[in-house]
């Protein structure tokens, strides 16, 4: 791997000193000040629908996105993409139904939610599975795989790059929600630009290789070299069926996960708990645009890569030790032919989705301990200032624990995207299935909700490790549950196992809710779902835009 030049190293410190620099300067701004805790928290009232839909993205696309979706575009294609379409859509329905239900009742944390929908109990048990979730499989995955990528391409030492990477973050974080939307506005912007001259000089690459130049003909030639990586839908018998199972990424357990990541998740509803309905929803489509962009920073360049190394491009770059492909090289490798200064540029876009991950994670985790465990539990008569000092001891604390955890994880053994959805979906279907029977039917209680957060956690415990023959609980798994027949194994089409365990999970809470009806259900009615025709004109096109890609490249 060449190492990064004098001039890469230039841009990538233009970089920090714009993040890092405002970062602190709002902080000790801040310390003269009086500081509440939703302000700190929240940012309450003070972010711009661009800040709001900015800092989605730039919490949501990490080292695991940039490494391992253009790995994917490289293995499979075109079609990993569906990650990113179908979150667009996934947005548009939690701006429309879920942001009203949350904002009409001042719900500033998940935990909170679940305490006036149900009861203490419900929400502590949760408290503790998020804080568990974060801390052990999200934070330190993300520390783990920046810090393996920025070694990887700047060849600096590992420890070192991970210990940069948490102090970095740390510094973002410590001002609060304010100071990580705002500085995350910086982060997508230098995310996007890297990104994207990344994607242009691969394609360009194609080009020159094929004795043409320009984006369009280097596009052109991948459609036609590398035409089975452009389908978005596979049939049965593809060799990448089981990973991205036809029909089941449109209809399937696709939508359990985003609902349950987007709608449901303190991580990524904070940035909008703190705004109006009218803003929150703006942000949250303005996110929905730029997740539509997305695959052309993170797949695009798998897919050149892909068609270079058919071309006998970096035969030798793209093997492990072992001797075998590693798809996982293919970012890395396109990074390291780029220019000095673009590389730079890309260096510093990649840490930018990594820092901002981290800084959005630790901001999450420090709000649920501080407002729903230490605030509950352990000082109810805390004051403003005491609850945000304990917020940015909670964010030192944790991003300490994943810098000594992390190496333990087995993350890059895996995968990380792999690690983290894996460990993610023995808890999305019955966590989904208490929030989404909590908004819409008024005869859940706290009992049934009971049943499927911890229930439903056990039952893919047991799906994954007692009948392993029997469900198969790998993300979006072709079919969750065989039927055996005199002619065959029949599987149930469209259902994995987390929408298996989903549909068990509200089959207990509709018979427990029949039994004794709650009397905690929400105030919800027809005009709370209502939006501006300005919000309305953009989800069409949302919608119109993800119905063609899939229709052109089905």
């Known amino acids: 791997m060449q190492k990064l030049q004098v001039i890469d190293y230039v841009v990538f410190f233009i970089y920090f000193i714009i993040v890092a620099g405002y970062g602190y300067w709002i902080y000790q701004r801040k310390k003269t000040q009086e500081t509440s805790s939703t302000d700190f928290f929240l940012a309450e009232g003070s972010l711009t629908w661009w800040a709001i839909g900015a800092s989605l993205i730039a919490s949501n696309i990490s080292a695991e996105q940039f490494i391992g979706a253009s790995g994917d575009g490289f293995a499979m294609g075109l079609a990993i993409a569906t990650y990113e379409w179908m979150a667009a859509a996934t947005l548009i329905v939690v701006a429309v139904f879920f942001m009203p239900i949350y904002l009409k009742n001042r719900i500033f944390t998940m935990p909170q939610f679940l305490t006036q929908r149900y009861n203490n109990t419900v929400a502590m048990i949760m408290a503790i599975f998020w804080l568990f979730l974060y801390v052990l499989v999200n934070l330190t995955s993300i520390l783990f795989l920046g810090a393996l990528a920025v070694s990887t391409i700047s ?54 290789e094929n004795g043409t130049d320009g984006i369009l003909n280097g596009f052109n030639q991948m459609l036609t070299q590398s035409e089975d990586h452009f389908h978005m839908i596979f049939p049965k018998g593809h060799p990448h069926y089981a990973s ?32 109006d309905l009218k803003t929150a929803r703006e942000g949250i489509l303005f996110a929905a645009f730029l997740k539509l962009l997305m695959p052309i920073i993170v ?49 510093a876009a990649l840490t930018a989705a990594v820092v901002a991950s981290l800084a959005g994670k630790a901001n999450s985790i420090s709000t649920i301990f501080t407002l729903d465990i230490f605030k509950k539990y352990i000082s109810p008569t805390a004051s403003e200032q005491k609850l945000v000092r304990v917020g940015r001891v ?62 439903g956690f056990l039952l893919s415990l047991f799906f994954k490790y007692v009948l392993p023959d029997l469900v198969n609980l790998e993300f979006l798994a072709p079919a969750g549950f065989a039927v055996k027949s005199a002619e065959g194994v029949y599987t149930i089409p469209f259902l994995d196992t987390m929408g298996f365990v989903f549909l068990i999970c509200v089959a207990v809470m509709i018979i427990l809710g029949l039994q004794k009806p709650s009397t905690k259900g929400l105030a919800i009615d027809a005009s709370m779902f209502k939006t501006s025709s300005g919000f309305a004109f953009g989800a069409i096109v949302v919608v119109a835009v993800i119905t063609f890609l899939y229709a052109y490249f089905w």
Request: contains cysteine.
């Open 299 to 347: 797949v695009l360049p798998g897919i050149a890569a892909y068609t270079l190394y058919q071309n006998g491009l970096f035969q030798q770059e793209m093997l492990d030790a072992s001797g075998e492909v590693n798809k996982d090289h293919a970012y890395p490798v396109l990074l390291n032919l780029l220019p000095a200064g673009l590389k730079g540029l890309s260096f």
């Open 394 to 455: 909670t964010i030192w604390v944790s991003m300490l624990m994943a810098i000594l955890i992390s190496p333990f994880m087995g993350i890059d053994k895996k995968g990380g995207f792999q690690f983290i959805q894996e460990m993610t979906g023995l808890v999305s279907p019955g966590v989904f299935a208490a929030f989404i029977m909590g908004f819409f039917w008024k005869k859940t209680n706290s009992s049934g909700a009971l049943f499927a957060i911890v229930g």
């Open 155 to 208: 060849g600096l030492n590992f420890t070192l790059c991970m210990i940069g990477l948490a102090v970095f973050a740390v510094i973002i974080t410590l001002g609060g929600m304010k100071v990580i939307g705002y500085t995350d506005v910086i982060q997508v912007f230098f995310l996007i630009l890297g990104g994207l001259a990344t994607t242009y000089l691969a394609i360009n690459l194609v080009s020159a």
């Open 244 to 275: 991205l199972p036809g029909l089941t990424v449109l209809i399937g357990g696709m939508w359990i996960v985003n609902l349950n990541y987007w709608g449901c998740n303190q991580y990524i509803t904070q940035r909008a708990l703190g705004a």
